[in-house]
């Protein structure tokens, strides 16, 4: 078969040419309109329900609408397990199903179960809603606001109203999360004195309020000839106009809301805050679609901030476009595989001449590089395999690899081309290519293939590992397979084509003649000793095998991102003005290293992002400028360096893959997790306590945190039924009240 298969591309050669010409040109239309991504797609298929519960204690919202929810999922079909995390105010149900589970279904199958179980939750708590559906990488950009002579609420509105509609409108954007700033409401501050004082209940202030900003439709009026649409406009929308409405009559006289409350433009209490550079600011999350193409969809969202700048100037604010942006990181990662195909291709070429002496023998080899990597390109999209950090480093290591096959088979076409030359009686090119060709066919594929079995293992990981590492292992196949491929057809057309008339003489080259010297006497004196040589080899193999032991291991080895997630934990209960201000010093610290180019604070959460913290945590994104190098390796360790400063609060830096990677396996960001269970809150806090002492002083440990720590502090309001009874008071008029 490999003899016809060569003897059909010798024979046919403009036609082998021409198909290489093809694939060449498809395989680049096809890196141009590929996917890119950062890393695979590792996390399971998975569903985020979350459930927001203004003024809910932890506790109640574990009891009345985190369990109430978990049982209603409980038995979805596929169903692999259920993490949950219930804070003040907020219940976040995470579901993972089963690897094989389509997606779309096991939301489908979701949101039947939650349309059943919004009707048992208690009066106040939204509708269970299911987050979009997003990648475990999906967060494709940073950017934030910062005005001086804008107020926050401004500032915010402004993201609210003019800027996220844009963003998501924006083909293969699914969520934009907002932080920062000041969210405008029109708010009632109640007087108590003046409300005992007119005689005024907080329920009669709840319905005039109700009555003075609500809308009714009024239908439509019929005539005999026509139908006149009712249009009605009479709610209040200014403070002014809602402080008018009148509540009751006292003495004879109106009593309105203003008379018993101050009516204002105010702030909604905050759940999350933002700061960029240490200063206030709005901070705008972009998260893609699932299955998205992260460059594609980077590239529209900075193409929608730009139609957008002019409206950002004219409102006088700052935009920070790119306070993270890991499309930056595919970037670089497709730049550094280009950078090393040309280096490589350079080498072979150098290599070559070196040893051959002769150009075009230079040219057919390089000319296996790009079309083995195209053609694996090519396949990886055909299998919907994006092309991503892992893939590329897949074909990065296969470029030293890939023209292997095409060298052997160049070098002994030359070799016996140039030996024919010099015979007395010379034989046709065509036999002779065909002949040498085939002379180190079998060794080719055997080689091949062997190096295919290599990388098997790595195909058949299971989990997360296998998610991330197979598509590496993929790429380099793929590629090892389109260069056995090229080495079979091109490689012996091009040969026939450039160098049967090129081979003059049939002496070697100086170089191969004195490298040939060498090694003969190399061999003899291996040939005359071979117990030596047996013995060294052995002991070389027993050194390397005690030397395994003292080796690390990693999951994936460290990857210069550029950027960097620091977490800062605080003592629960701190507030966001605390939070804020440690953060403020934290980022000054950090932007005083040259290494780093912008600091990003977060603070608490986001109504429906990601992040479901209390106003105790934060997040810093700690973006760098383009490092390489000694820099690249020591700037977490200066990072490190600066947070040490700041006792009291506890940090962890971790960079982006890792952080992912680590809240895909617990629902937690960190490489090892201890998981304490019981009945008793109390023992557990205590227990956990002890633990992180105990893990702290392992050496090598650090950023150990308790991830449920202590209760915070609050206040605790309990009814006493009997003065209840006494006054005539109904429990949830007097908790209204409260």
């Not at 078969?1 to 010409?21: D, K, N, Q, T, Y």
């Not at 950009?141 to 002579?149: D, F, I, N, P, R």
Request: with cysteine; net charge neutral.
């Amino acid at each position: 078969m490999l003899r016809r298969l060569v003897e059909f591309s010798i024979r046919f050669r403009g036609v082998i040419v021409a198909l290489a010409c093809v694939v060449l040109g498809y395989g680049l239309y096809t890196v141009a309109h590929a996917k890119f991504d950062v890393y695979p797609e590792f996390a399971p298929p998975q569903v985020v329900i979350q459930t927001e519960a203004p003024g809910l204690s932890p506790e109640e919202v574990e009891e009345l609408v985190t369990r109430p929810v978990e049982y209603a999922v409980n038995g979805t079909p596929h169903l692999k397990s259920i993490r949950s995390q219930s804070i003040q105010g907020l219940s976040v149900i995470t579901i993972l199903f089963a690897d094989d589970t389509d997606i779309y279904r096991a939301r489908q199958m979701v949101s039947e179960r939650l349309a059943e179980v919004a009707q048992r939750l208690p009066q106040g708590v939204r509708t269970p809603g299911m987050a979009p559906l997003t990648g475990a990488t999906s967060l494709i950009l940073v950017a934030g606001l910062t005005a001086e002579t804008r107020s926050a609420m401004q500032l915010r509105t402004f993201a609210n109203w003019t800027l996220r509609p844009v963003l998501l409108s924006v083909p293969g954007v699914a969520r934009v999360s907002v932080w920062g700033g000041e969210v405008r409401q029109l708010q009632i501050q109640i007087r108590p004195d003046r409300m005992v004082a007119y005689g005024v209940s907080l329920n009669q202030v709840l319905s005039a309020a109700r009555q003075a900003t609500g809308v009714r439709g009024a239908g439509f009026v019929e005539t005999p000839a026509q139908r006149i649409v009712v249009h009605t406009r009479g709610q209040s929308l200014t403070p002014g106009e809602l402080g008018e409405a009148v509540l009751s009559q006292h003495r004879g006289v109106p009593v309105r809301l203003k008379d018993v409350a101050d009516v204002t433009e105010g702030a909604e209490p905050k759940i999350g805050d933002a700061a960029i550079n240490g200063a206030g600011g709005v901070l705008l999350l972009v998260s893609s679609q699932y299955g998205s193409n992260t460059l594609d969809v980077t590239a529209a969202v900075e193409a929608a901030l730009g139609q957008v700048r002019p409206a950002i100037k004219d409102a006088e604010i700052t935009l920070h476009p790119a306070l993270f942006r890991p499309a930056t990181f595919i970037q670089t990662a497709i730049h550094n595989v280009d950078t090393s195909l040309l280096f490589g291709g350079l080498l072979v070429a150098i290599v070559l001449f070196i040893f051959l002496f002769n150009v075009r023998t230079a040219f057919i080899s390089l000319t296996a590089i790009p079309l083995s990597l195209l053609i694996a390109v090519i396949v990886l999209a055909r299998l919907g395999i994006s092309l991503n950090t892992l893939t590329l480093g897949g074909l990065a290591i296969a470029i030293g690899e890939v023209v292997d096959d095409s060298i052997i088979d160049v070098e002994n076409i030359f070799r016996r081309l140039r030996e024919n030359a010099g015979a007395p009686s010379p034989r046709s090119a065509f036999r002779v290519v065909l002949e040498a060709s085939l002379e180190v066919r079998g060794d080719v594929v055997y080689a091949t293939f062997v190096v295919v079995l290599v990388f098997l293992p790595v195909l058949s990981l299971s989990g997360i590992q296998g998610r991330l590492f197979a598509p590496l292992g993929e790429a380099y196949v793929f590629a090892i397979l389109a260069s056995l491929a090229v080495a079979l057809t091109l490689t012996p057309a091009l040969s026939y084509i450039l160098l049967r008339k090129q081979v003059r003489e049939a002496r070697e080259p100086a170089v191969i003649a004195a490298a040939k010297r060498a090694y003969r006497r190399i061999l003899l004196t291996v040939t005359d000793n071979p117990k030596l040589l047996l013995a060294s080899v052995l002991l070389l193999c027993a050194g390397a095998v005690a030397m395994l032991p003292f080796f690390g291991g990693e999951f994936l080895p460290e990857m210069r991102e550029g950027h960097y997630i620091v977490h800062m934990a605080a003592v629960p209960g701190t507030s966001l003005r605390e939070s804020r201000r440690l953060g403020s010093l934290v980022s000054k610290e950090l932007l005083k290293n040259p290494h780093v180019r912008s600091v990003a604070q977060q603070i608490g959460r986001a109504e429906k992002a990601e992040d479901t913290w209390g106003t105790h945590y934060t997040e810093f994104h700690v973006s760098l400028q383009p490092l390489s190098g000694e820099a690249a390796e020591n700037v977490e360790g200066e990072i490190r360096n600066v947070l040490d400063r700041f006792p009291g609060v506890h940090f962890a830096v971790r960079s982006f893959l890792t952080e992912r990677i680590d809240e895909i396996i617990a629902g937690v960001t960190a490489q090892v997790v201890i998981k304490i269970f019981g009945d008793d809150l109390d023992a557990i806090d205590r227990a956990s306590r002890e633990v992180a002492r105990i893990v702290a002083a392992i050496p090598g440990a650090a950023d150990v945190q308790v991830e449920s720590p202590p209760g915070a502090p609050r206040i605790v309001v309990k009814l006493r039924r009997d003065r209840l009874k006494q006054f005539g008071f109904r429990p949830v008029g007097v908790l209204e009240g409260i």
